[in-house]
């Protein structure tokens, strides 16, 4: 897990200070992933909310072909109530974006 979210967030250029909350890390624990000093402990939170923020990336892709992943995160959606990059800080919001963008991906 720990490679494809590293992937993935330089695919589509997250920024590790955005990633950090989502993953209820810091930004150190971040970097350590990037830099490929750590792992993701298969049994710990931040690997549950990994699973679940690339599952978001993997719905936002499907749905729009994958060229505007960036875009989605940081934009304003009305129906969510703000950017998703900042309404997945704890688990019940990782899983309202997850079903939301999952929605339309089907």
Do not use: C, W
């Not at 150190?28 to 690339?54: K, M, P, T």
């Not at 978001?56 to 950017?83: K, P, Q, W």
């Amino acid at each position: 897990m720990t490679v494809v979210l590293v992937g993935s967030m330089r695919e589509f250029e997250i920024a590790e200070a955005d990633l950090a909350p989502i993953l209820g890390v810091s930004k150190a624990y971040i970097s350590e992933l990037n830099r490929g000093d750590r792992e993701l402990a298969f049994d710990s939170l931040a690997y549950e909310r990994s699973v679940l923020f690339v599952r978001v990336l993997d719905a936002i892709a499907a749905t729009t072909g994958g060229a505007s992943v960036h875009d989605m995160l940081y934009e304003n959606f009305n129906a969510l109530g703000g950017r998703p990059i900042r309404l997945m800080r704890t688990p019940r919001e990782l899983h309202n974006v997850v079903h939301y963008f999952e929605s339309f991906a089907h």
